[in-house]
């Protein structure tokens, strides 16, 4: 852990410079789990990147235990850029990304563990509905009656509440068809070594809750996990997040305290 330095008064006022009362009382809130909720354009991305240089000025984090989850490549990007102009260390060994990218990230890193090729590749949307198309037509599915893309956003669905093929609750014949489409859908990508971005998500937090070993080594590392728009973060993404914080690292997140922003 980095010792704190001589200026650090000086270092702290340079970071919180600019913030108002409240932006700067959540910035200095103590390690610890929190929700910071505001209205769009009220500054929370600002909060949670200085919230990161404050922790590490301070000497109550280093870089290698910060991951920070944004909702984009472009804000993880602009994290990047304004972190590394705040503070006078690497910041290459935090992990700053999205969701899909953090998660491809540490199955490309454990890629047998999550029973994964070395070299899956990853399905975009309009490869992944492609995909679903040709397993309906193998299953002789009417496109007609089963629209192809209500399919994939019933797969997907599925996948965001954490739901395998055969944990779907299917009590009508129309959906335990889709179920059966999900079901082969999944041995195919299996077999084909691909995977959809929900997919992605799925088997990092089946890898993670299965592998307590894996669990605890990445539970140790990151002491510190900080969300963005923390408002549109799905059930499986919550789960995720709640898995790597467990029960004693911090969890701090910012979102919009109006639904619609």
């Known amino acids: 852990m980095p010792q ?107 890629f047998r563990e999550a029973n994964l090729p070395q070299t899956f590749q990853i399905l975009d949307s309009g490869d992944q509905l492609s995909a679903i198309k040709r397993v309906m037509k193998a299953q002789n599915v009417d496109p007609e009656k089963f629209i192809p893309r209500d399919v994939q956003n019933f797969i997907s669905g599925s996948k965001e509440q954490g739901l395998r093929a055969h944990e779907v609750e299917a009590y009508d014949p129309f959906t335990r068809r889709k179920v059966e489409v999900f079901a082969e859908y999944d041995a195919q990508c299996q077999r084909e070594g691909v995977v959809d971005f929900s997919e992605l998500l799925l088997r990092c937090y089946e890898l993670l809750s299965r592998n307590q070993s894996l669990r605890e080594h990445y539970q140790e590392r990151f002491k510190h996990i900080l969300v963005d728009e923390f408002q549109d973060t799905n059930p499986l993404q919550y789960r995720w997040l709640k898995l790597l914080a467990g029960e004693s690292n911090s969890l701090f997140a910012v979102g919009s305290s109006s639904p619609t922003a």
């Open 4 to 110: 704190v330095s001589a200026n650090k008064v000086v270092t702290d006022n340079r970071l919180l410079s600019g913030l108002n009362p409240e932006q700067r009382a959540a910035v200095e809130l103590p390690a610890q789990s929190a929700l910071i909720l505001a209205g769009a354009g009220s500054g929370k991305t600002r909060v949670l990147t200085t919230r990161i240089a404050y922790l590490i000025s301070t000497g109550q984090a280093n870089p290698h235990s910060i991951l920070a989850v944004t909702f984009t490549n472009k804000a993880a990007k602009e994290m990047k850029t304004r972190l590394s102009s705040m503070l006078p260390v690497n910041i290459n060994s935090m992990w700053i990304g999205t969701f899909h990218g953090l998660c491809n990230r540490l199955l490309r890193a454990h």
